[in-house]
């Protein structure tokens, strides 16, 4: 096999998106992962809109949604009052996907390995990566698998393995952070309760919140709740052992939910930990996904920031070689800053949500069922829902100082380089449309407003599409990145276009 431009080494979430989004520009890829088979049990259950306009281009949103329940519905039980909560009437504004989406990390990992099969890309399953080093400027992979030892030398590895990454061990990388007090349990289950089917329950107990979802794998429920850490050596972030029936059945009583353990077909503890690496990328070595930053569950970050950073950096790799060097080092320069905020998210969501610290005890044990019966107003505020769900979905990241984020002259309104795309409603050829219709294709997107001139329009090359915005008076010109960033903004002249569609590689 002749040497691919890019190795992935891991086919989760974060290396599926990254193996498509880098084909998906013009790169030769392989993805290896040494699991045996595709299948494992799901951990992530949440979606965001941000992650989902992201992965757009690379047509396989229709296929996550088909899987997924676009209106999901919650019963929040504190104490003895039960409020119920409508998810999927989030209303939140500028994204085509104004709902949260329950879907399992199963369904996301079979629908974007589908995505890469149909386009030629195999995933090697029993494949590991054992040893890497960098020779020059070129990594030299030792991979193993039944058949033996391989040397493998790609142009970039893009290390997607995971909290114990082989790659970000290899390269040196420093690992800050540490371990949580609390651990998760999870469980697929059959309960003996009256409970509403089809709904998630989130029960507000004393020593955390306890949450079922009606997305078990092989069981009508599954069980994520905390408790203090035990001891053990279990590799962190992942399902470790089993958890006895027993210490199911007393998170469920902890929790003052009536209901009895039936059946429990699979359960296991899961460690958790918070860190961030110090680099994410050394030389032709990246990071992306867990590799580069491992989160708790609290407030789902840790898939869809591992997807994000894949959107990210796909087209980067894709592109390098017509590029100068601040495409790649604005990898590192963009998405750590960006997982350091996600990391701090999940660490107060957590810290509200399983810690015992005496606060946040008080706070789930006394205050929130105090506050139920004004819960049900609160929540039936479609702008309050609205703004919690869109905080969790990330448009807040932005990289204005990125180098890769050129403004050519004065702006006067609109996003600024990179602010994500806003996905408004504008008139494209006579007809109305959204700016995410126009731009839900790979490669960049230049959008003109009605009297911009542009010279560079008739010597496009196949990384950029033009779009004339009728609606858009006046002579700016957008530039939308690959990953939904807007990168150049010009109120006038076209001469700066040149120089950025040279930095980014796209010419
Ligand atoms: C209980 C729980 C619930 C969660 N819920 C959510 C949620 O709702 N939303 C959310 O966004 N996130 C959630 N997460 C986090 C999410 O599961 C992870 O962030 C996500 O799996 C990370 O994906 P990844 O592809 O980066 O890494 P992983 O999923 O860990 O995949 C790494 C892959 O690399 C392979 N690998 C490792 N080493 C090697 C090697 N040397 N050679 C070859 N292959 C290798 C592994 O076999 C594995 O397949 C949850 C996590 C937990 C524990």
Redesign the pocket.
């Known amino acids: 096999m002749s040497a691919p431009d890019v190795l992935v080494?891991?086919?989760?979430?974060?290396?599926?998106t990254l193996a498509l989004q880098t084909h998906e520009h013009g790169a030769t890829v392989r993805v290896?992962?040494?699991?045996s088979e595709a299948f494992?049990r799901?951990?992530?259950?949440?979606?965001?809109s941000r992650?989902l306009e992201c992965l757009r281009p690379l047509g396989v949103t229709a296929a996550l949604l088909e899987r997924a329940d676009r209106s999901p519905r919650a019963q929040l039980h504190l104490g003895s009052r039960v409020v119920d909560v409508s998810l999927g009437e989030a209303a939140m504004r500028s994204t085509p996907y104004p709902h949260l989406t329950m879907v399992r990390?199963a369904d996301v990992e079979e629908v974007l390995e589908d995505a890469l099969l149909r386009r030629g890309v195999e995933v090697e399953w029993g494949?590991?990566?054992?040893a890497l080093d960098v020779v020059g400027e070129r990594p030299r992979a030792t991979?193993t698998s039944a058949g033996g030892h391989e040397l493998a030398t790609p142009r970039y590895v893009v290390g997607?393995?995971?909290?114990?990454?082989?790659?970000r061990n290899a390269a040196g990388i420093a690992w800050d952070g540490g371990a949580y007090r609390q651990e998760?349990v999870?469980a697929d289950l059959e309960l003996e309760a009256d409970l509403m089917p089809d709904v998630l329950h989130v029960v507000a107990g004393r020593t955390g919140l306890l949450f079922l979802f009606a997305l078990g794998e092989g069981a009508t429920w599954r069980l994520?709740g905390t408790r203090p850490a035990r001891d053990g050596d279990q590799p962190f972030?992942?399902?470790g052992e089993a958890v006895p029936v027993a210490d199911v059945q007393a998170l469920i009583d902890d929790a003052g939910l009536e209901a009895q353990v039936r059946e429990m077909p699979w359960s296991a503890q899961?460690r958790?930990q918070h860190r961030v690496a110090r680099e994410f990328r050394h030389g032709p070595l990246f990071l992306?996904?867990?590799?580069a930053h491992?989160?708790?569950?609290a407030a789902?970050?840790?898939?869809?920031?591992?997807?994000i950073d894949a959107v990210n950096l796909g087209w980067k790799l894709a592109y390098a070689d017509h590029a100068g060097p601040a495409l790649l080092d604005s990898y590192d320069h963009e998405r750590r800053p960006a997982a350091r905020q996600a990391l701090a998210l999940t660490h107060t969501v957590f810290f509200a949500e399983a810690s015992t610290h005496p606060l946040p005890q008080l706070l789930r044990g006394r205050m929130l069922p105090l506050l139920a019966p004004l819960l049900p107003v609160m929540l039936r505020q479609p702008r309050a829902m609205a703004a919690v769900i869109t905080l969790l979905s990330q448009p807040w990241v932005r990289y204005p100082g990125s180098a890769l984020s050129v403004t050519d002259g004065f702006l006067a309104r609109g996003p600024r380089p990179g602010d994500r795309l806003p996905d408004r409603v504008v008139t494209c050829a006579g007809r109305q449309t959204r700016l995410h219709d126009l731009t839900a294709s790979p490669g960049v997107h230049l959008l003109l407003a009605r009297d911009a001139e542009c010279a560079e329009l008739d010597r496009l090359g196949p990384r950029v599409t033009g779009h004339r915005i009728d609606s858009w008076p006046g002579t700016g010109i957008t530039a939308v990145r690959p990953d939904g960033h807007v990168g150049f903004r010009s109120a006038r002249s076209a001469g700066a276009l040149t120089a950025w569609l040279e930095l980014v590689g796209a010419t």
């Open positions: 080494v891991g086919a989760g979430p974060t290396g599926l290896v992962d040494r699991r494992r799901s951990r992530a259950m949440i979606v965001h992650t990390q494949v590991g990566l054992d991979l997607c393995d995971g909290p114990a990454s082989s790659v998760i999870l994520l972030g992942q399902p899961v958790l992306a996904g867990d590799a491992t989160h708790s569950p789902a970050q840790g898939m869809n920031t591992g997807i």
